[in-house]
């Protein structure tokens, strides 16, 4: 317990003066200790006295303001002044100690010095002698809390600018996604046979690349990618977009353009670029014999290798008006048969380990209501 000075009963009391420095001297001789509060007091500051090492590492845990500077003694009993000052300098670091030495122990005092006591003073000492140490660790203290609520305030002030930032870059995001969700309608309406594949595609393709664990970006990139697989079609006219029979082979070399014209409107804009390579590359086939640059295996962008399963997928399981849709149960196994040829092995394993309700749901989920920018959150953010 710390003795109940006068000065020690009004720190009980938590009622330190403001603007006053706080001083703890840690001292076991009685009439010493008094002494040096009082002088302290006289002074201006607020002082507490404390019998010995271990009572004053109580006082300093336990007082809520913290202390500006401590005055201790060497010999002590219970812990002495060295056992008290390196734990005092491990657990705050910032407060100034003085050690109080009697000639005799010098050598401890600089043994003191050197595990980061501020100062010494040599008992016994003068007022004025005290008074100028005190002085000068109370002004580096000020100094160091100074320098301490600086570099607060710029962490503070990087930390707000910071989120700022990342805040106007998600905006920019969301506004990327509400513009190619807009493109994405107008080619709805041109090639309204596939009437809601796109955003089915988008979400089947995600569901696999998550399993994938791959990142967020890149899920973004993905969904976008995805998303606008064939808007390349916006530049093939209606009369081949929309023509029932069999195309020409004229007819097929031009359809077959979609994936560069597609290419082309993304490829402008830096943020698109990822998205215009799987846009470019979303017919190209495993082993190499899609198109339009015959890419084979890795060369292929993984998205456009999970996009591939995704949109079979979702091509089977959904009504064309040439054919009826096949199960999903249906569609897992024409897709195994492909494992390896059109599509790439470890996007199929992916695939099977995901159940077959994966996508009733996600399809159901889909014609509810889909948005790109959320869809993408969503999903990075429910597995983060
Ligand atoms: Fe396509």
Redesign the pocket.
């Known amino acids: 317990m710390t003795h109940m000075t006068p000065m020690t009963a009004r720190y009980g009391r938590v009622s330190w003066e403001m603007n006053k420095d706080r001083i703890l001297v840690v001292e076991d001789e009685e009439a010493l200790g008094e002494i040096l509060c009082s002088l302290l007091e006289e002074r201006g500051d607020s002082a507490v006295h404390s019998r010995n090492g271990r009572e004053a590492l109580n006082v300093l845990k336990l007082s809520p303001e913290g202390f500006h500077l401590v005055l201790s003694d060497i010999v002590m009993p219970e812990m002495n002044g060295i056992q008290f000052l390196e734990q005092a300098r491990r657990l705050y670091p910032d407060l100034p100690v003085i050690m109080l030495s009697a000639l005799h122990d010098i050598r401890i005092a600089m043994e003191a010095i050197r595990l980061g006591a501020y100062d010494y003073v040599v008992k016994p000492f003068e007022k004025d002698q005290l008074y100028l140490a005190v002085d000068r660790a109370l002004e580096r203290q000020r100094l160091v809390a100074e320098n301490r609520r600086y570099q607060l305030h710029l962490e503070e002030l990087v930390r707000v600018r910071t989120e700022e930032v990342e805040r106007a870059l998600r905006e920019l995001e969301r506004s990327y996604d509400f513009t190619l969700e807009a493109l994405g309608s107008a080619l709805d309406l041109k090639d309204s046979e596939t009437e809601g594949h796109s955003r089915r595609v988008t979400a089947y393709t995600l569901e696999i690349a998550c399993a994938m664990q791959l990142g967020s970006q890149e899920l973004k990139n993905i969904a976008r990618g995805a998303y606008l697989?064939?808007i390349g079609k916006m530049g093939v006219p209606d009369s081949i977009l929309r023509k029932t029979g069999p195309l020409s082979p004229n007819e097929t070399e031009f359809m077959r353009t979609?994936?560069q014209r597609g290419y082309d409107i993304l490829a402008r804009v830096n943020a698109l670029q990822e998205a215009a390579e799987i846009v470019l590359s979303?017919?190209e086939s495993f082993d190499g014999t899609g198109y339009p640059r015959g890419l084979k295996g890795e060369q292929i962008p993984l998205g456009a290798r999970i996009f591939a399963v995704a949109d079979t997928l979702d091509a089977m399981t959904s009504d064309r008006p040439y054919r009826k849709a096949v199960s999903f149960a249906q569609a897992r196994e024409e897709i195994v048969k492909y494992r390896g040829t059109q599509f790439d092995p470890r996007v199929v394993d992916v695939y099977l380990a995901m159940p077959d309700a994966t996508w009733v749901e996600l399809r159901g989920r889909i014609a509810q209501g889909f948005s790109l920018s959320a869809i993408g959150w969503e999903m990075s953010a429910s597995r983060a």
């Open positions: 697989h064939d979609h994936c979303h017919q």
